[in-house]
């Protein structure tokens, strides 16, 4: 019983310092997006499918002079899903 409530009151104290050292998390405003590059988003989706992966593509819009324009700001690799 004594070894239990140990362990229950160690488990404790590591939830306790784990949750104590979490880092500051920083809120990316619009104006910090930036575009990839055309080159980058093709090299990007060429990375994927040379690993057997599909790519996503991130999108955003930017409002521009002319309207709202759509940018990519990342590529993310996943598994493509077709077994």
């Known amino acids: 019983m004594k070894y239990a409530v140990a362990l229950l009151l160690l488990f404790a104290l590591f939830m306790l310092i784990g949750c104590s ?10 104006k910090e997006i930036y575009q990839m590059d055309r080159e980058e988003v093709i090299n990007a989706i060429n990375d994927c499918r040379s690993n057997g992966l599909r790519s996503i593509i991130n999108k955003t819009n930017i409002k521009t002079d002319s309207g709202r324009v759509p940018i990519v700001i990342n590529v993310t690799c996943a598994p493509r899903g077709d077994f």
């Open 21 to 30: 050292s979490k880092d500051e998390v920083e809120i990316v405003h619009h």
